[in-house]
């Protein structure tokens, strides 16, 4: 079988379109040896956050790869806790400090929720981002009007915005909104957690193309123009979802998936915009 390395993965405006999430891997020596292993493998594109305590870990892998810091686009999340202004900018410092890194590619806002404030929060990542500690400004779990209210505030533009997405949260209109805004859409739980091996759709296209339910879900993602994160630990599933990066999709699959009505959201906090009363 074909390998890939990091040329073959696609890039946007200088984020790979395709990256290693670390989401439940709070194991400090699984998660800097899966992080190490994918960047040994060519992933250049690693998520973590601040919620996830493993940002020291991911920084021992990275550390531990032979892999120069400045090829590898790196991106943390700033908990619903620290965004307070002064919070953010010393829970940031934080994390680079765990990371063993000077600055970070993309910074996220984790969630629109509890001490987010659209006037204190963001205002703190453009200085960041002034001071060189951060590339790009992000956000995650946004919805539309959180978009709109953070573009009118923020100067700086919006780069991304990371929501669960997959073959059974196809997020169609928050895409559309994300494309007006010339906003990229990253992924997370690209494969809802493992659901997407039980989908017959799924599962017949994968047989017809001999390939893993995931890297069909993966491909379709990228037929999407989407970013995706999936979250691995071992080094045979790192290893399954990049070949996901051969795998090209006809227009028959892709309808295939695009029709499937199933509607199955695996990341559902209390404090979620979309659970507000």
């Given amino acids: 079988m074909t390998e890939f390395t990091s040329d073959d993965v696609p890039r946007v405006d200088g984020m790979p379109r395709f990256g290693l999430g670390t989401w439940q891997n709070a194991d400090p020596d699984a998660c800097a040896t899966a992080v190490a292993n994918a960047l040994e493998m060519g992933y250049r ?8 305590d493993n940002e020291a870990a991911v920084g021992d892998g990275i550390a531990d790869a032979d892999v120069d810091r400045d090829d590898v686009f790196l991106a943390t999340k700033v908990f619903i806790d620290n965004l307070a202004h002064d919070d953010v900018i010393a829970s ?13 590619d993309l910074l996220y806002v984790h969630w629109p929720a509890r001490t987010y404030d659209p006037e204190e929060t963001l205002p703190a990542f453009a200085e960041l981002k ?7 400004i992000g956000v995650s779990n946004f919805g539309r009007r959180h978009l709109e ?11 991304a915005n990371q ?11 928050l895409r559309a909104v994300a494309d007006e805004m010339d906003v990229e859409t990253v992924a997370y739980s690209p494969l809802a957690r493992g659901a997407v091996f039980d989908d017959p759709v799924l599962g017949d296209i994968a047989e017809k193309h001999g390939v893993s339910e995931a890297q069909v879900s993966l491909a379709w993602l990228r037929e999407k123009g989407v970013t995706a994160i999936p979250k691995a630990t071992s080094e045979a599933h790192i290893r399954d979802n990049f ?3 051969g795998l090209e999709l006809d227009a028959e699959d892709v309808r295939r998936i695009d029709a499937i ?4 959201r695996r990341v559902d906090a209390d404090f979620a915009h979309w659970n507000a009363r």
């Fill in 45 to 52: 594109h690693v998520d973590t956050a601040q919620a996830y």
């Fill in 92 to 104: 940031t410092e934080e994390s680079l400090e765990k990371l063993g890194v000077d600055y970070v």
């Fill in 130 to 136: 002034d001071e060189g500690r951060i590339e790009r």
């Fill in 149 to 159: 209210r953070a573009r009118d505030v923020l100067d700086e533009p919006i780069f």
């Fill in 163 to 173: 929501v669960e997405m997959h073959p059974f949260l196809q997020q169609r209109e």
């Fill in 243 to 245: 070949r996901s990066l």
């Fill in 261 to 264: 009505e199933r509607v199955d």
